[in-house]
């Protein structure tokens, strides 16, 4: 079975400095893993996913993702963050398997305040 | 393109009353997910649907949640009856196998219930 650890609940920053949100799985089998991005009220908007070959990933609203096999991890970053990037983050992975289903993590809230 | 649609978007019942959740997937899209989303926490998958077939279903309460896509399009979610802990966001997701393993799901907005 697969799990998903977001290590962090809640994230305070001030606007323009640099965030990290950290996710660990747990997994017997290989996986893809993604980063979705919740606003109030509304559904999950995916940011960025990994799925095989260079293990830093881009996305979008100049997030990006690190995949590092050996510490099951896929820590999600940016560089200088913006008061509209306050949101709920999920890091999810799935079985490389077609038409299998997303397992989340329980979500960071990042608070962005000037 | 058109993405996955719900409805309604907020439901207020009883406890032990009776309600439905619509969903309508992307056109063409045979995959379809209902998600429960308690607050604080992130989506727990209730059942996956292929076409109008149930791919899995083993987290869903039973006695109480029913579901069905019967012309492999559209989707019902019912809970009855409900009980206080099913508070929650229902979201509905759906994705295409067209594109192999590398599938996206697209997610609806949801549809938040509140029993009281």
């Known amino acids: 079975a697969q799990s998903v650890t977001q290590l962090d609940s809640q994230v305070p920053v001030f606007e323009e400095a640099p965030v990290e949100l950290r996710c660990n799985y747990s997994?017997?089998?290989?996986?893809?893993l993604f980063w979705y991005v919740q606003y109030p009220n509304q559904g999950l908007q995916l940011l960025l996913k990994?799925?095989?070959?260079?293990?830093l990933v881009k996305g979008i609203n100049g997030f990006e993702a690190e995949f590092n096999k050996s510490q099951t991890s896929f820590h999600l970053r940016k560089p200088s963050v913006h008061i509209s990037d306050t949101a709920e983050y999920f890091c999810?992975?799935?079985?490389?398997?077609?038409?299998?289903?997303?397992?989340f993590g329980k979500g960071t809230t990042l608070s962005v305040s000037s | 393109e058109a993405g996955v649609a719900q409805s309604p978007r907020y439901k207020i019942i009883e406890k032990r009353q009776s309600v439905a959740f619509w969903c309508n997937p992307i056109?063409?899209?045979?995959?379809l997910y209902w998600y429960q989303q308690i607050l604080g926490q992130g989506p727990k998958l209730l059942i996956q649907?292929?076409?109008?077939?149930?791919?899995?279903d083993s987290q869903l309460p039973k006695d109480r949640f029913s579901a069905e896509r019967l012309k492999g399009v559209d989707s019902t979610l019912k809970i009855q009856p409900a009980k206080l802990e099913d508070s929650a966001v229902y979201l509905c997701?759906?994705?295409?196998?067209?594109?192999?393993?590398?599938?996206?799901?697209?997610f609806g907005q949801g549809t938040r219930l509140t029993v009281v």
């Open positions: 649907f292929q076409n109008n077939g149930v791919v899995d």
């Open positions: 997994s017997s089998v290989s996986v893809y």
């Open positions: 999810a992975v799935r079985v490389n398997q077609a038409g299998t289903a997303l397992i």
């Open positions: 990994y799925l095989s070959g260079s293990t």
């Open positions: 997701a759906s994705s295409s196998t067209r594109q192999g393993p590398n599938t996206e799901a697209f």
């Open positions: 056109s063409g899209h045979a995959t």
